[in-house]
């Protein structure tokens, strides 16, 4: 990981099919999703205006959508696929994400992966 500043989203939550039983098919489960992106905030901070920072609404928007739209039976698929929908479209070095599936397990308030990628171009620049 660089020097970047980093910004970060705790407990986005969205509903989606996800699971590999039959009853995980049919019914949403709850999702919810901590984020850290690298990104720089110095312009942002320097000129005090929402056009030069990372616009976390519009990629929650984005995240919330596309959790809502899935169905893979595995949260380690919608972990991957989502972390590359972050680093393709939001241009970002790299990203930690947590995935959570609320209430999964009857005797746990949840469980989850999480995963850490970066960006191919930030994977050259850094060698």
């Known amino acids: 990981m660089n020097s970047n500043d980093i910004i970060f989203i705790t407990d986005l939550r ?3 099919i996800i699971g590999i039983y039959d009853r995980e098919r049919v019914i949403k489960q709850t999702i919810s999703v901590d984020l850290e992106l690298s990104t720089s905030i110095k312009a ?6 929402i056009e030069d920072t990372f616009n976390y609404k519009l990629l929650s928007k984005r995240v919330e959508a596309y ?3 899935s169905e893979f039976q ?3 698929t919608l972990a991957e696929r989502l972390a590359e929908l972050i ?3 939001f ?3 790299w990203l930690k994400l947590t995935l959570h599936k609320v209430g999964a397990l009857s005797n746990s308030g949840d469980v989850g992966v ?3 990628r970066e960006s191919s171009a930030f994977k050259q620049s850094s060698r």
């Open 74 to 76: 595995l949260i380690e």
């Open 91 to 93: 241009d970002v070095p």
């Open 14 to 16: 969205a509903d989606a």
């Open 67 to 69: 959790i809502q739209q």
């Open 87 to 89: 680093l393709d479209e």
């Open 114 to 116: 999480r995963i850490i």
């Open 44 to 49: 942002a901070a320097k000129t005090d205006s």
